[in-house]
């Protein structure tokens, strides 16, 4: 039974965790770093829309709400159930000191502090934005009635999504404690029902003919539209209006009591997850005598001598078990995924894939294995760097799983997109030349560049999981050092017409433009510089196509290649030189 005065403990402790949510994130200048590069290209797009906003609303007088209209807005609410309870489910699904905060307080004392924490967390994100665009709205259509609709829809949505996707998170914990097979393979069920709904998701913004999400318009949820709308131009439903708004707080209080009943069953039952671990562990390896062989399985590596095989086997072993570690991996291929279905549409989806599965792949074999090899040894790297011989055997151990891993199936996917692609067997082979060598680059450059720049302290990614993930100066200069090459190469390979253009407009137009607006300034000197790289520009533009088709293929990657080289030997270097201080 709750204790008397439950909301206001809830409260309490959700305001406390939201304090040490703020604490973290001023401690972490990586991920300060990552938010402010997302919230400052996420501000463009608000400033756009409320500046459409400002434009057209205007002219929205008796515009009517459709079934197709709430149906899109009951697919963003289906989309933040998901991301809500994606957050419930891997990383508050527990309170910090579980076991004093229960002898203290009520269960429904605690989950109310987690989701009110949860609540202002998503507040800090979309409040901002909300305030911006609705203000944009409401000025433009003088209508401040709307103001307060308006808001009560926006807390309406989010504790609805909310609660709904607290108790799918904490559902599906309550699964993994419980259930030996969902506990065996939760990563792989994980992984199958995001990309599941992310695809769902995917199709129906960008393929759907508009029937599925005319039926979402029938659900209650969708119609807080209709409440968010009263007292604008905008003609809704005030039927709807009243439905929804109480619908939401019936929805938002039932849901809220079966949540307290799974945190209940989760908290203070037993679990088989520690049972099915060290039954994990004992099948991986098995009982064969090699057992960090077996766990590295399938992965088969080739005779080679015994400490540079155990480098390659414990990377496979330390990327497959703890994958968290690569959440940074996550973001561009979202980001590419994106731009791939968007470029589907236009039916030129093989025009775009094999160069993008060139440029992807490599890095992606890189960075999963190698761009952190020092901080991934953990509590083992002074063993580690007293049990080689030598430097060499340390890096080529490095470079294996990527290579053998990510060369076979960059070729794959390349060469089966480019044959259905608009391209030349010739532009084809151009192509497997490339991911050749950006592979051998992308398996040497990660370590070396995770050896200069090596990261030991770790991040919490999970309620009660930390990783190491790679630094940040790791992550842009690796990407950096694959990205010059390998973009330069593989336009001149493709489109070498376009790509000499873009070197003349860069060098004759962007570079001599800072310079061009000092010299009207009256600064004489930086007059000289723009004209210089004008000319070098116009040079540039001059320059014959079939010389940048071939120079501009082939210089790249020799470039690549001598960095493949160096990066070797500086990881042997390294290795040899390091001293733990």
């Known amino acids: 039974m709750p204790e008397p005065g439950w909301p206001t403990h809830g409260l309490a402790i959700g305001r406390q965790e939201f304090r040490r949510t703020l604490r973290g994130l001023r401690s972490d200048r990586t991920r300060l770093l990552f938010l402010g590069i997302g919230g400052a290209f996420v501000s463009l797009f608000v400033l756009f829309g409320a500046w459409l906003v400002l434009r057209f609303a205007s002219g929205l007088s008796s515009f009517p709400l459709t079934n197709e209209i709430r149906g899109t807005f009951g697919l963003q609410w289906l989309f933040a159930t998901f991301i809500f309870a994606q957050r419930a489910g891997s990383r508050h699904d527990r309170i910090d000191n579980e076991s004093l905060m229960l002898m203290t307080v009520s269960v429904r004392s605690v989950l109310v502090g987690l989701l009110s924490a949860e609540f202002l967390r998503a507040a800090a994100y979309v409040a901002l934005p909300v305030a911006l665009v609705g203000g944009a709205f409401v000025y433009a259509t003088a209508s401040p009635l709307t ?18 996707g607290a108790a799918i998170g904490l559902a599906a914990k309550l699964l993994v404690a419980r259930v030996r097979f969902v506990a065996r393979y939760k990563s792989v069920l994980a992984g199958v ?11 129906l913004q960008n393929f759907g003919d508009g029937g599925f999400t005319s039926l979402l318009g029938y659900l209650p949820v969708s119609w807080l539209v209709d409440l968010a709308v009263v007292g604008s131009p905008i003609v809704g439903s005030p039927v709807r209006a009243a439905v929804a708004g109480g619908a939401a707080v019936a929805w938002i209080l039932g849901w809220g009591l079966v949540l307290d009943r799974i945190a209940t069953a989760l908290w203070f039952g037993d679990t088989v997850e520690h049972e099915v671990a060290q039954a994990k562990a004992r099948t991986d390896t098995g009982s064969a005598a090699d057992p960090l062989a077996a766990a590295a399985r399938p992965v088969a590596f080739p005779s080679l001598s015994q400490p540079t095989l155990r480098v390659a086997q414990r990377s496979v072993v330390v990327a497959r078990r703890n994958p968290a570690r690569l959440t940074f991996v996550f973001l561009p291929v979202v980001f590419l995924g994106s731009m791939l279905v968007n470029v589907a549409r236009f039916g030129s989806l093989f025009a775009v894939l094999p160069p993008v599965l060139a440029l992807t792949v490599p890095w992606l074999a890189g960075a999963a294995f190698g761009l952190n090899p020092l901080g991934d040894e953990g509590p083992v790297l002074p063993a580690t760097l007293t049990s080689l011989a030598s430097g060499r055997q340390f890096a080529l151990g490095l470079a294996l799983p990527g290579l053998l891993l990510g060369l076979p199936l960059g070729l794959v996917g390349t060469v089966g997109s480019g044959t259905y692609g608009p391209y030349t067997p010739v532009e084809v082979g151009l192509l497997v030349a490339i991911v050749t060598v950006l592979s051998l680059l992308a398996v040497t450059a990660a370590p070396a560049v995770g050896m200069l720049f090596p990261r030991f302290d770790s991040v919490r990614v999970g309620s009660d999981r930390e990783v190491v993930p790679p630094s940040l100066s790791a992550i842009v200069i690796y990407s950096l050092a694959l990205a010059g090459p390998g973009a330069v190469a593989v336009g001149s390979a493709l489109a070498p017409g376009a790509t000499k253009q873009a070197f003349a407009l860069l060098i004759g137009g962007l570079l001599a433009l800072p310079f061009g607006l000092l010299a009207s300034e009256g600064v004489g000197v930086a007059g000289d ?15 014959p196509t079939e010389w940048v088709h071939w120079g501009g293929f082939a210089v ?3 470039v690549a290649l001598v960095l493949c080289w160096w990066s070797f030997r500086a990881v042997g270097r390294r290795y040899e030189q390091y001293a733990i201080e």
């Open 147 to 164: 103001a307060p609709f308006l808001l009560l829809a926006a807390v309406l949505f989010v504790l609805s999504a909310l609660v709904f």
């Open 193 to 203: 029902a995001v990309v599941g709904f992310v695809g769902a998701y995917v199709a």
């Open 529 to 543: 510089v723009a004209t210089a790289l004008q000319g070098v520009g116009a040079d540039v533009a001059g320059i």
């Open 556 to 558: 790249p990657l020799l």
